[in-house]
């Protein structure tokens, strides 16, 4: 998947599946989920609870391009990169393949978050340098 720093293979199961017999637009929100935390930790054991010094992320915003059909058993491909990095918060971008064919692009907002305070903060300068942003 080129331009994407990061891929994870997903298989669909039936929990993603709607009545109408294709994937759920909620699930595929749960598959940006799962290929950020893979992202995440594989950037430096990182999590959505912790990116360091007692900050985790919030998303306020995300959006979702369904581009094709996805259907149980499909094997997909989902992508993720950095679009953007600022002081408290980072976007990342998202893309579903199947079979080199993309089935939905998207991103979402995330927000560095101290959970203890319940405020914002500035994104830890160890996650900044993982990202590529000194």
């Known amino acids: 998947m080129d331009g994407y720093e990061f891929t994870l ?7 993603d599946v709607n ?5 759920a637009n909620s699930a595929v929100l749960n598959f940006f989920q799962d290929a950020r935390i ?3 930790k594989q950037l430096g054991d990182f ?6 010094n007692g900050c985790g992320v919030i ?4 959006h979702v391009n369904y581009l094709a059909e996805m259907f149980l058993g499909d094997v997909l491909e989902l992508g993720v990169r950095v679009s953007k990095v600022s002081r408290s ?3 990342l971008e998202y893309r579903i393949e ?13 927000v560095c978050f101290d959970y203890e305070a319940r405020k914002p903060r500035r994104l830890p300068e160890l996650f900044r340098e993982a990202l590529g942003q000194n």
């Open 9 to 15: 293979p997903y298989v669909v199961r039936v929990v």
């Open 98 to 110: 199947r079979s080199g064919e993309a089935t939905a692009e998207g991103w979402t907002s995330l």
């Open 19 to 23: 009545y109408g017999g294709h994937v």
């Open 47 to 52: 999590s959505e609870l912790d990116l360091g």
């Open 59 to 62: 998303l306020p915003e995300a």
């Open 89 to 91: 918060s980072f976007v």
């Open 38 to 40: 893979a992202y995440l």
